[in-house]
C-alpha cells in the first residue's frame, strides 16, 4: 500500500460548532483504520481546553516532559511532544505519532491566555511532517466558532465537521460551515451519532439537502452505538473490537479520507 | 269630624293646583269641568282655516242653558270677542269658536295671542278658561337641510311692494333681500328652499309693505335650520369569497332626503374579523366614475380565514357639510379564504448530467399577482416514486424576484425523468405547488430530449405517483425533527462573518498566504 502522494501530508482538522459531537472518538478510531492500513498518522490534540485523546490512548500527559502546549509556546521542539505509539498499540506496519496537549489547570490557563502565532504552529505541522514522513495529520479541536481554533482550520487542507442530527446541532453546523467556507478550504461533513430508527435513505437525502444549500462534502455518517459509548473512551474500537460493525463504519471515514482531493 | 276636615282640606288642595298649574281647567260653583284647546297651537298668518279654540265641558247641568264669550287678544293689544249660547243635552260636550272668522278679525300680525272664555250662563264668571296660540310666517320653527321653508304673510295692502328679507347673523341669505307684491286679499306667499350646506342655526325672516302702515308687531320670525339626514343604499360588496391578498371591494350610494346624491364625505368601513373582536376600518369614498361611495380592502397573506362582517355604523357617514346618516347601520358579510400560491419552475427542463446543476429559478405568486417573499419553498426532486434528494429549500432572491436553489447531480443518483415539485408555503396556511419534469443522465450519455408523448405519459404517471409517495414521505424521520432553516444559518452565518475577530483571522491567513507564495516565487 502506497501513500497516494508520497510527500505531500494532509492535514484535517477534526472539529464541530458544539461539543460531544463525536470529534475524539472519530480522531482516534479513524487513525488507528489508517495506521492500520499503513499510513504514517500524526494526530495533534488542539482541545486545548478540554484535551481527551490521551484517554484513547491511554496517556497520561502530565507524565511526559512536553506537551502541544510547550510547542504553541515556544519553549519545545514538535517532535519532543510527539509520542510513537506503535509498538504499544501493534499498528500493523502502520505508525501513530501523537501530541497530547497539557492536562495541568495552570498550563492550560497559559495557553489559552497567551494564546499562540500562526507561524509557531504551522512550523510545528510541517516540522512533524518532514520528521516523520507523515501521510495524514488529524487534528482534534475544541468545538466552537473561536479565535485560535478557526486560525488553526485556516492552516489545515481539510476540515472534517462533525454533526449530530439534532435541531440545535444542524443550526450550529450550517453556520460553522457557512465560516469555514470562507477559508476557501475543502470542507467535509460527518453526520455521527444518528438514532437507528432513521434509515439511510433518510440519512443520505438530509446530506444532499444540506449539500445543496452549503458548500459542503458529506464524507459519511455513522449510527448511534451502544459499543462506542460503553467503552467510555477507553477503548479505541477499530483497534479492539476490529469485527465490530462499529470498525467497518470507521474504516469506511478512512477511506472517505483518503479520497479527499 | 276629622274624617270630614280631611276631605275638604283635600278638595281645597286638589282645587288650588288646578288652578295654579295653568288656568286651563276651572270647576265652576256647580261643578262643571272647562277646558281650552287651540288648534293648531301655531300658524302662520292669513291661515284661512284659523285657530279653532274649543271649549270642553264637564259634569254639565243636563238638560240646561250655557253662554260663553270668547275674548283673545292680539300681539299689537287689540281684542275681539264672540259669544256663543249653547243648549246643553248631556252631561259633556264641546263648544268650539274659530278665529279670526268668528270674531271679526284677522291674523295679520305674528306673535302670542292670549285667549280668554268668560262664562255668562247659568252663572257668570269672567274667566272659566284660559289659553294660548302663536302666529308666525312660516309653516314651521324648524327645519332640517334641504326642505323647504313656506312663509305666508297676510295684512298688506292689496298689492302693495313688500320687501322679503332672510339675514343669517348680519347677513342676508343668498337672493335676498327680494320683493314682492301683495295679492289683492293682502297676502304674501313665498318659499325659500334650504341647501346641503345650508349655514346652521337661527335665521331671521322678516316681512315689510311699502305702502301699508308699519305693523305692530312687525313682521319678524327666527327659523332654525339643521344638519339633515343621509340616506343610504344598502352596503354592496364585489366579492363574496376572497383568497387572501385579494382585494375586497365595497359600494353603496348615498342621498339626501331631496333625493339628490351625496357626492362628498366619506364614511369609515369598519370590518370585523371572525374572531368578532378585531376590528380593521377603510374609509369609503365619493368615486365620480361610478357615481358611487367605494371603499377597497386589500386583504394580505396573514389575514385570518372565515367570515368577516362590514359595517356603516349609524351615522357614521358625515358629508362635507355635517350632514350625517344613516340612521340604521348597514351591513355585510364577506368571507377569506387562504391563499393559494402560483408556482411556476421557470428554468429547470432540460436534460443534466452527472456534475451538472440544477437550477431552480421558480417564480411564486399571491392570488392578488404579487411576489410571495415571505415563508419557505422547496423543491423535491422524484424518481421512479422515490425522492432523490429534498426538500431543497429555496431563497428569495429580491433583485430577481424569484426564488432560487439548485441541486447538483451526484454520480449515484438515479438516470431517468426526474419530477421536481415546488412547494411554497407560510405558517399561515398559505399553500401552492407547481412541476416540472427533467432528464437526467449521470451515465454521461444524453438521452433523447424528444421522446415525444411517451415521455409525457411517463410524466403524468410519475407526478401523480411522486405527490402520493411526497405526502406519505414529507413525514420522514429526520425531517420531522430537523428542520433545515437555511435562511436563518446564513443569516447568523452573515452575523458572524461581520465580526472583527473573523476578519482578523481572515487578514492573518491571507498574509501568510501571500508570503507562502512570495517564498515560493524566490525558490523557483
Ligand atoms: N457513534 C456514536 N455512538 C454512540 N456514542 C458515541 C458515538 N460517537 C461518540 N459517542 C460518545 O459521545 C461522547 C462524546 O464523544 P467525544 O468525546 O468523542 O466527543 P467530542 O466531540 O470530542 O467532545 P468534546 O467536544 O467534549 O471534545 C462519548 O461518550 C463517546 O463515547
Ligand atoms: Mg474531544
Known amino acids: 500500500m502506497r501513500p497516494r502522494r508520497r510527500n505531500v501530508t494532509r492535514s484535517i482538522a477534526v472539529h464541530s460548532y458544539k461539543g460531544g459531537t463525536g470529534k475524539t472518538t472519530i480522531t482516534a478510531n479513524v487513525a488507528v483504520a489508517l495506521a492500520l492500513k499503513g499510513r504514517r498518522v500524526g494526530v495533534m490534540d488542539m482541545d486545548l481546553e478540554g484535551p481527551g485523546l490521551h484517554v484513547f490512548f491511554d496517556l497520561d500527559p502530565s507524565q511526559l516532559r512536553f506537551t502541544v502546549n510547550d510547542v504553541l509556546a515556544g519553549v519545545a521542539p514538535p517532535e519532543a511532544a510527539c509520542v510513537r505509539m506503535s509498538e504499544k498499540m501493534n499498528l500493523n506496519g502502520g505508525e501513530i505519532y501523537y501530541t497530547p496537549a497539557s492536562v495541568k489547570v495552570s498550563e492550560i490557563m497559559r495557553t489559552l491566555k497567551e494564546g499562540f502565532e500562526l507561524d509557531t504552529f504551522e512550523n510545528a505541522i510541517r516540522r512533524l511532517q518532514e520528521k516523520f514522513g507523515l501521510h495524514y495529520l488529524l487534528i482534534d479541536t475544541h468545538p466552537g466558532i473561536q479565535h485560535d481554533t478557526l486560525l488553526a482550520l485556516g492552516i489545515c487542507d481539510h476540515q472534517v465537521v462533525i454533526s449530530r442530527v439534532d435541531q440545535q446541532d444542524i443550526f450550529g453546523t450550517g453556520v460553522l460551515v457557512e465560516i469555514s467556507s470562507t477559508m476557501d478550504k475543502p470542507v467535509h461533513l460527518i453526520l455521527n451519532m444518528i438514532p437507528p430508527r432513521i434509515r439511510e435513505s433518510e440519512v443520505l437525502k438530509f446530506a444532499r439537502t444540506l449539500g445543496a444549500h452549503f458548500t459542503v462534502d458529506m464524507a459519511g455518517w455513522l449510527p448511534f452505538s451502544e459499543e462506542v459509548i460503553g467503552s467510555l473512551s477507553k477503548a479505541i474500537l477499530t483497534l479492539k473490537m476490529p469485527r465490530n460493525p462499529m470498525s467497518q463504519r470507521f474504516r469506511g471515514l478512512a477511506e472517505a479520507i483518503e479520497s479527499f482531493a | 269630624m276629622r274624617g270630614s276636615r280631611g276631605v275638604l282640606l283635600a278638595v281645597t288642595l286638589f282645587l288650588g293646583i288646578l288652578v295654579a298649574v295653568g288656568g286651563l281647567h276651572k270647576v265652576n260653583a256647580a261643578g262643571e269641568g272647562f277646558t281650552l284647546t287651540s288648534l293648531p297651537a301655531r300658524t302662520s298668518e292669513g291661515n284661512a282655516s284659523g285657530v279653532d279654540l274649543t271649549l270642553s265641558v264637564t259634569n254639565a247641568a243636563n238638560p240646561g242653558s250655557y253662554s260663553f264669550t270668547w275674548t283673545v287678544t292680539d300681539p299689537s293689544g287689540g281684542s275681539a270677542s264672540t259669544t256663543k249660547p249653547v243648549l246643553s243635552t248631556a252631561a259633556a260636550w264641546t263648544v268650539a269658536a274659530k278665529y279670526p272668522s268668528d270674531f271679526g278679525a284677522s291674523l295679520n300680525l305674528v306673535g302670542s295671542y292670549d285667549v280668554i272664555i268668560a262664562e255668562n250662563l247659568p252663572s257668570l264668571n269672567s274667566s272659566i278658561a284660559t289659553g294660548q296660540f302663536t302666529v308666525g310666517l312660516t309653516d314651521y320653527t324648524s327645519y332640517q337641510r334641504t326642505s323647504t321653508v ?375
Open chain 2, 150 to 524: 313656506h312663509v305666508e304673510a297676510s295684512g298688506y295692502l292689496p298689492a302693495d311692494n313688500v320687501t322679503i328679507n332672510i339675514v343669517y347673523g348680519a347677513t342676508s341669505v343668498s337672493g335676498y333681500p327680494s320683493s314682492k307684491n301683495a295679492d289683492p286679499t293682502g297676502a304674501v306667499q313665498f318659499s325659500w328652499q334650504t341647501a346641503v350646506d345650508s349655514a346652521l342655526g337661527n335665521y331671521t325672516v322678516s316681512l315689510a309693505g311699502t305702502n301699508t302702515v308699519a305693523k305692530n308687531p312687525a313682521d319678524i320670525q327666527q327659523v332654525i335650520v339643521y344638519p339633515t339626514n343621509i340616506t343610504l343604499t344598502p352596503l354592496r360588496t364585489g366579492s363574496i369569497v376572497v383568497q387572501r391578498t385579494e382585494t375586497v371591494d365595497f359600494w353603496f350610494n348615498a342621498t339626501y332626503p331631496n333625493g339628490a346624491f351625496v357626492n362628498t364625505g366619506s364614511a369609515p368601513l369598519r370590518l370585523m374579523e371572525p374572531d368578532g373582536v378585531t376590528i380593521h376600518t377603510v374609509n369609503a369614498i365619493y368615486d365620480l366614475s361610478s357615481g358611487t361611495y367605494h371603499a377597497a380592502y386589500p386583504t394580505s397573506l396573514t389575514h385570518a380565514q372565515g367570515t368577516w362582517t362590514a359595517t356603516v355604523a349609524s351615522a357614521s357617514f358625515t358629508d362635507a357639510f355635517g350632514n350625517s346618516g344613516p340612521s340604521t347601520v348597514q351591513q355585510t358579510s364577506f368571507s377569506i379564504q387562504r391563499a393559494t400560491l402560483a408556482v411556476s419552475l421557470l428554468s429547470s427542463s432540460g436534460t443534466y448530467a452527472q456534475g451538472s446543476v440544477i437550477p431552480l429559478y421558480t417564480k411564486v405568486t399571491v392570488p392578488g399577482n404579487y411576489n410571495f417573499t415571505q415563508g419557505a419553498v422547496s423543491a423535491v426532486f422524484i424518481s421512479s416514486g422515490r425522492t432523490i434528494v429534498g426538500p431543497i429549500s429555496l431563497v428569495y432572491d429580491q433583485s430577481l424576484g424569484k426564488w432560487t436553489g439548485s441541486y447538483k447531480v451526484n454520480r449515484v443518483d438515479p438516470t431517468g425523468t426526474w419530477v421536481v415539485t415546488i412547494i411554497a408555503s407560510d405558517n399561515y396556511g398559505n399553500i401552492g405547488q407547481g412541476t416540472a419534469s427533467l432528464n437526467v443522465d449521470t451515465q454521461g450519455t444524453q438521452t433523447s430530449a424528444d421522446l415525444g408523448w411517451v415521455v409525457w405519459l411517463l410524466v403524468l404517471v410519475i407526478v401523480g405517483l411522486g405527490c402520493g409517495i411526497l405526502i406519505l414521505r414529507r413525514r420522514g424521520v429526520i425531517h420531522r425533527e430537523v428542520k433545515l432553516d437555511v435562511q436563518a444559518i446564513k443569516q447568523k452565518a452573515n452575523e458572524v462573518k461581520g465580526d472583527d475577530f473573523l476578519q482578523s483571522i481572515q487578514t492573518q491567513l491571507k498574509r501568510r498566504a501571500e508570503r507562502i507564495a512570495a517564498e515560493k516565487e524566490k525558490r523557483d
